[in-house]
Each structure stands twice: as C-alpha cells, then as structure tokens.
C-alpha cells in the first residue's frame, strides 16, 4: 500500500512545508526574513512600539521568590540557553563520533576556528586599543553556522559534502571558543556560593547519566535550576546550556544486534496477534509488540541524539528568529557614523578580511606542518570561499555585542549595525568566490605526510 495514501488530511496538507522545513536553507532564511522585520520594524512610525515590546517586564516567581526580567531579557538569557544547549549537544557529539573525534580529524576545523577567532579579534582591538570599545574584542569572532550552511546549500551540489563537513566542524569549533570567550571574559562579579550550586547540579546531572537515568525530564528539571544558580552567580545564564549537553547521555542501552533480535521478535508477535476481526485499540497483543518497539528504540537510540533531534526545528524556525526579531532592531538614521566609527570599523573588518585571513592562513600552517590535510576534492580556492562564509556573524556576534556594550546604547547600536553589514558582505563575498572562483579550481589536493 502506498505510504501516501495512509496520510492524514492534515499531513498532507502540511507536507509541502515541513519539506521546505526540512531544506537546507530555510533555517537561514527564516532567521534573515525576522531580521528583516526587525530592521523595518525598529525604523518605521511604530518604532516606538518595537522598543516597548521588548522592555515590557514580565515577573517570574516560584513560592517567596521573585524576579521581573524584560521580554528582551527572556529571549537573551532564558530562550537562548536552550540554543546553547542545541550547540553543546552539537560540541558533544562531534567530540565523541563526528569531525572532531580524533587528533587528526580535529586539527583542521579547530586550526581554522583558532585562526578564524585570533585574526578578527586583533583587527578589532587595532581600532579600538585602550579604550571602552575595546570590550567589544569577542564580537567579530563568531561564525553563525545556520547563515553559513545556508548560503552553502545555495550553491547545490557543485562542492563535494566535505566542504560542508569541513564548514559545520570549523563552526562547531567556533561555537566552543565563543563559549569559553563568554564564560571566561564576559563574566560580572561572581558569587561563589551561586557558581558552587551550579557545580553540585553539574556534578547531580552527571550521577544521573551514571546510574542509567535517560528520561529527557529528569535532566530538564536539572537544567532549570542549574540555569536559575548560573544566572545568579554572575556567568551569563546560556553557558549552563552548553555545560548541561556535556552531561547528557550518549551511550545506547542495547547493541544492533541485540536491537534487531528484539525488534524481529516483537514484529512476529505482532503478526501472530492479528486478527481480522480485531482492531488494534482492543487487540492486547498488537499493544504489548508496539510497546516493546518503543523500549527498543529509546535504548537504541542515546538521549543526546534523541534531544539534538527534536530541539534542532524549535531552536531553528523559534527561538533564533525570535532572537533575530529582538536583537536586529537597529535605528539607521545615524547609520553611517555608526558604521564608520571604530566599533563598526572593527567588527566589520574583523568579520569581512579577519575571519577569511584567519581560517585560510590557520589551516595552511596545519596542512604545511604536517598536522592536517585538506579534505578530498577541497582546493584553496574552495576552502578561501568557505573562510568567506565563516565571516556571517550575525546570532553569535549579536549575542556577543549585547554582553560586551548592553549598558551603552550607541556602543550597542554600532556593534549591532556593523555585524548585520558585515554579515551580509562576507555572505556575498562566500556565495560569489565559491560560485565563480572556486569552480574552477582544481577538485583535488593532495595531502601533505606528516613528518
């Protein structure tokens, strides 16, 4: 029978959009349409209402206690956790099995990322040394990997998959440096006795990865209160994301042969249960072989992966749009100054020449020394153009530039206007140099021995 015809109204319906979901690049394309809206939003008559929109306070409480945080303030510190948390998932996962679980797989994107994080932050700091501005270093360090693969997928299948590899690595490599950026350096007065809490749920979550606990709940309620002892502790609240996924489990209960045993055994008694004249609500059999099914495969599959699967839609079509919508509302009436000032200057020189510099003269020290080798049907040309790309800041650079000069409203503005532009030439300048550059360079290089 044709699996279509067994679909409801409803899912027929919506399946010309979860396949458009389910593209490539309309995460990004999600994220720049909010921007957009953002942008017009913040400079049309109704601007006054953009701004009271996100500096309505909202009071959370729990018993006696008590907090009035800002919308603004929800998405920023409350919602964008769960997006650090998506990227810890990510860290984790390549960590363990993807592009950077071994020293040789590893040396290239890290290389490039280190490369693509020194060069910008040093342009940055060449325009702003000795000053306030100067905080504004970590800005022109991040890669946002949703723009970045987005763009990518623009250019079809003309690159082989490990340019994309190569690009989600390097990103992924980058995500963990802007992290470790925030925790270390965009930190206020610490309280200990909060930053301790925050070690005792650490240290909670990974006994319960120990002894076997795989209910995705039981880490969530964690989570909560590890999010609630790191906001008062004075380290920015999303960085409990990331340190939460470093304890979620990603070991399989059962093994693939033990999976296929159980599951053939569960499918014949499904099929010795049926009964025409039995429907599946009342045929008990059919009930306890689809339960098995469902034991199996939650020991199969690891709640890392489980949880990476089902957070990657909420993270890419809500809360990043949403961050987008409140954090791209910039005023452009005092646009050119604020490009051309020393903020806007060194963002985007950062983003734009930084980044590209940074992961293209990073990776060729690696492939020349012998600790890396360029990817199979990868040339320069084609790995300058994914540099390019790599200078698309937008989520993490804004991120960034609300920490580095949130109590400064212009400081805050220029950052924000210069990596919206810079975003948006590097994407121009990675969409043109893989599409007319790197096409012609050769599909092969080979790779350097070590030693």
């Not at 994220?31 to 953002?38: T, Y």
């Not at 701004?51 to 006696?64: F, M, Y």
């Not at 907090?67 to 769960?82: E, F, Q, T």
């Not at 690891?302 to 961050?323: D, K």
Request: net charge positive; hydrophobic share 55%.
């Amino acid at each position: 029978m044709n699996v279509h015809s067994q679909l409801t109204p409803i899912e027929r319906l919506t399946m010309p959009m979860r396949r458009w979901l389910h593209a490539a690049p309309s995460g990004g394309l999600v994220l720049l349409a909010c921007a957009a809206i953002a942008m017009v939003w913040a400079n049309s008559p109704a601007s006054h209402s953009y701004h009271v929109l996100w500096e309505t306070p909202i009071t959370l409480g729990v018993g006696g206690w008590h907090a009035a945080l800002s919308v603004h303030a929800i998405v920023n510190d409350g919602l964008m956790a769960v997006f650090f948390f998506l990227v810890g998932l990510e860290i984790k996962r390549e960590v363990l099995v993807g592009e950077l679980a071994s020293v040789r797989q590893a040396a290239l994107p890290v290389a490039a990322a280190l490369g693509g994080m020194l060069v910008p932050a040093l342009v940055f700091l060449a325009f702003n040394t000795g000053g306030p501005t100067a905080r504004g270093w970590g800005i022109p360090m991040a890669t946002d990997i949703a723009f970045a693969l987005g763009v990518l997928a623009l250019l079809g299948d003309r690159f082989p998959p490990a340019l994309r590899v190569f690009l989600s690595a390097l990103a992924i490599a980058d995500d963990l440096g802007a992290v470790l950026v925030i925790a270390l350096f965009y930190t206020a007065a610490v309280s200990w006795s909060a930053l301790a809490a925050a070690a005792g749920l650490l240290v909670l979550s990974l006994a319960a990865n120990a002894i076997g606990v795989r209910a995705a709940w039981a880490y969530a309620l964690i989570g909560l209160a590890l999010w609630a002892a790191v906001l008062l502790s004075g380290v920015h609240a999303t960085v409990a994301g990331v340190l939460l996924a470093m304890t979620i489990p990603s070991r399989t209960v059962i093994d693939e042969r033990a999976l296929l045993e159980g599951a053939h055994t569960a499918l014949r008694e499904f099929d010795l249960a049926s009964h025409p004249e039995i429907v599946m609500l009342s045929n008990r059999g059919h009930q306890q072989a689809l339960r098995r099914l469902e034991v199996l495969s939650e020991k199969a599959l690891p709640p890392l992966a489980r949880l990476e699967h089902g957070l990657h839609g909420i993270v890419a079509f809500g809360i990043m749009p949403l961050f987008a919508l409140a954090n791209a509302g910039v005023d452009l009436r005092g646009g050119t100054a604020a490009i051309t000032s020393t903020i806007g200057l060194g963002i985007i020189l950062g983003l734009v020449l930084g980044k590209p510099i940074g992961i293209t003269l990073a990776s060729w020290v690696a492939v020349r020394s012998g600790l890396a080798s360029l990817p199979a049907g990868i040339g320069w040309r084609t790995l300058t153009g994914a540099a390019a790309l790599g200078g698309i800041g937008f989520t993490m650079s804004l991120f960034i530039a609300s920490l580095a000069f949130g109590g400064s409203a212009d400081a805050l503005t220029s950052a924000k206007l210069g990596v919206l532009v810079a975003s948006l030439i590097a994407g121009i300048a990675g969409w043109a140099t893989l599409r007319y550059g790197a096409a012609r360079a050769p599909l092969t290089a080979p790779p350097r021995k070590a030693g």
